[in-house]
């Protein structure tokens, strides 16, 4: 360290000592003016406290052993080097969401005749029409009701609900096609048979009117032989195709305006060892009750016996992969490889990535000595009403189930915890029969977060942030 000469400046960049001149006599940006060189001095001073508290930081820190990042000690959560999982995060948003539900009528359709209840609710996102199927006994029917686009938001009143169609028949489910297609299934006609109903919806034109496609006047209709159960609309594609199960096997349904094609795919060939044509048609081993698309081209079937099987649309391949404990009553995907799978009294999500377990040749729920898949998770505190209905929204992380007490209850997708709400401690007057989760920004006159559509009796509610 060089020593300090009165009168005299080091400068440590030029290493050298510089003669300090008095103000009056240096000339006019002088680099070694008395003034000039108590700012030097001064600059000098900071850059050395600022050093110091650096050092001094860097010396106090406490640091992570590198040791701890080697993917053998498997800490990397704990010590915060990795981001939290998705699915916490998803758990997280849905927690704070779900203590925020509020509810708001959405729309009370006519008074329906005694007796005469909803069985389905659902909302087109793209148009906003409300289409409700109603039965009574051996009738049914389906209305639908449109939106007031004048509003910032979608409002509904009675003098803008039409009757689709009223038939002597069990409307057995009701499916909503991405392109807008409506497909009915309905069943055990006044001579036993059974047919399906695909239909076009109008959407709103530049004057807010809703003008029904010139074909919709002579309404489709394809007879089967066979009973029909349950539909699903296939979720991408430029035309409509449905997924449909019926009592002896699983069809497909795609077209378009009048023109039509129905065609039956293969059951498992691990569910028989000889020719297929030996299963009865009769025989619970064919009734498909739930069908669930889990990618553009693989489908979800789960049968009466408990068993669910994959078909493939592209090589037309099926295979039996997973076995429920009771009948299976309905199906939901949460992703291309995790599915909720409902029964009579239990409520269970499966990951057809894991091997294949607890299959059996015969399967009869009814039957004691009945084996079941290991469940990816249960949902151990699930309640179902008397016709137990549920659905799944991903980007929430949450399920919603109606129950047999006229609440619904939420649990966690991520462990199966029952969640607390707004919405989980309001009890209808009546039973609770189709609970639908809508997501939100689909269009500017719809909800734009995520909403929970609860039908009871006649009323829609809809519960939203």
Known sequence: MNREIPGFYYDPEKKKYFKIQANHKSAPGAQYSSDAVKRKRADQEKRQRKARLV???????????????????????????????????????????????????????????????????????????????????????????????DQEKWAYNRTMERLLFKEQYRLSSLSLSHTGYLLATMDSGPNGDSFLAPRMLPDPDEGG??????????????HTTSSLWCSSPSPTGDMPRFAVGTSDGLYTLEGFGSYWALSKKPFPNDKTTGNPKQRPTDSSHALISAVEWLSPDLIAAGLKDSTIFLHDTRSGGSAARLQHPHA?????????????????????MYDIRYPPNGLQRNPNPNNKHHTSTKPY???????????????????????????????????SLRNGEHVV?????????????????????????????????????????????
Do not use: M
Request: glycine letters at 6%.
């Open 55 to 149: 050092q001094r930081a860097e010396k106090e820190q406490i640091k992570r052993a590198a040791c701890l990042r080697h993917p053998l000690f498997q800490v990397q959560r704990e010590i915060g080097v990795i981001s939290t999982p998705r699915s916490v995060e998803h758990e997280r948003r849905g927690l704070g969401y779900a203590s925020q539900f509020r509810r708001d009528q959405l729309h009370q359709f006519e008074p329906w005749p005694d007796q005469y209840t909803i069985k389905h609710i659902v909302r087109n996102p793209r148009s906003g029409i409300l289409i409700a199927s109603g039965h009574r006994g051996g009738e049914s029917s389906v209305s639908v009701c449109f939106p007031d686009c």
């Open 209 to 222: 009117d809703y003008r029904w496609p010139p074909f919709f006047s002579h309404p489709i209709r394809i």
């Open 328 to 348: 299976v009553t309905k199906l939901r995907k949460l992703d291309p490889y995790r599915i909720v799978v409902a029964g009579i009294n239990s409520l269970q």
């Open 377 to 411: 998770l249960s949902f151990s505190d699930h309640s179902p009403g008397i016709i137990p209905d549920f659905d799944i929204s991903p980007e929430l992380g949450l399920l919603a189930s109606a129950s047999d007490d006229r609440t619904i209850q939420l649990f």
């Open 421 to 465: 709400s707004p919405l989980t401690r309001y009890q209808y007057r009546d039973p609770i029969t189709s609970v639908c989760f809508e997501s939100g920004g689909q269009s500017s006159h719809g909800p734009q977060t995520p909403s929970l559509l609860v039908c009871s009796e006649a009323t829609v509610d809809e519960w939203i942030w």
